[in-house]
């Protein structure tokens, strides 16, 4: 089992729906979460940066954590056909005390939003 | 990507040949990180470097080997190249200032085919 699922997808939606893309983990460790963002033949970059459980918002964007259940969310309100990207959501991995910044990731969810 | 640099960009080689590929940063970050991009897995981390001349293995280490002479150059070695190691290959950088494992800085990638 990947320390980190995430539903590849693909997901498509009409511009200005409001998106909702997941991931769930394994590793109880596990406290820091991100979500990237990666267009079409470029790298990742990074869009939301959670600590913990709760929710944290950035104009369009909310990432939210809820520990207790293992389950990251991003949320995406007015969706935009800019929008169209893979997501992938990831979690520092900890070894030895210390992470050194290694990342686990999601499969990744390709979302399309039709104007 | 700005500060981050991977070539080459593209890339065909037959298999059992040795192939190198380069990252170079001009950011001065202490990490950097190689990373490889299948469908169905995400992103799966190869090796990374803690600093010059220190390095690890990633969770497909396998096949590949790095080297980190310099603070901005971190190459990545196909020791003799398979179908399998067919990718797209990211470098990543990071400073980290916590355990949280900041954000990375991708580069655009490196799309390899072996034939």
């Known amino acids: 089992q990947k320390e980190v699922e995430q539903d590849p997808g693909p997901l498509s939606v009409p511009e200005g729906a409001i998106v909702s893309l997941n991931c769930t983990y394994s590793?109880?460790?596990?406290?820091?979460f991100m979500w990237y963002r990666q267009y079409s033949r470029k790298g990742p970059e990074l869009l939301m940066y959670t600590y913990s459980s709760g929710n944290k918002e950035d104009g369009r964007f909310t990432a939210q954590v809820d520990k207790s259940s293992k389950y990251i969310s991003l949320f995406i309100r007015d969706s935009q056909p800019s929008d169209s990207a893979t997501y992938l959501c990831?979690?520092?991995?900890?070894?030895?005390?210390?992470?050194?910044?290694?990342?686990?990731f999601g499969q990744g969810t390709i979302l399309t939003v039709h104007p | 990507d700005a500060g981050i640099t991977q070539s080459p960009r593209h890339k065909v080689t037959e298999t059992g040949t040795p192939v190198t590929l380069r990252c170079h940063q001009t950011e001065n970050h202490r990490y950097m990180y190689w990373y490889r991009q299948d469908p169905g897995h995400g992103l799966r981390l190869i090796h990374y470097?803690?600093?010059?001349?220190?390095?690890d293995k990633g969770e497909v280490s396998d096949g590949y080997s790095v080297s980190r002479s310099k603070t901005e150059d971190f190459l990545l070695t196909l020791e003799s190249a398979t179908s399998s190691q067919t990718s797209v290959y990211f470098c990543a950088i990071s400073e980290l200032r916590t355990q949280s494992g900041n954000g990375y800085t991708f580069g655009s990638g490196t799309r390899l085919t072996v034939v």
């Open positions: 590793n109880s460790a596990f406290q820091y």
């Open positions: 990831a979690s520092p991995r900890k070894a030895g005390g210390t992470s050194y910044g290694k990342l686990t």
């Open positions: 470097s803690y600093g010059v001349k220190d390095t």
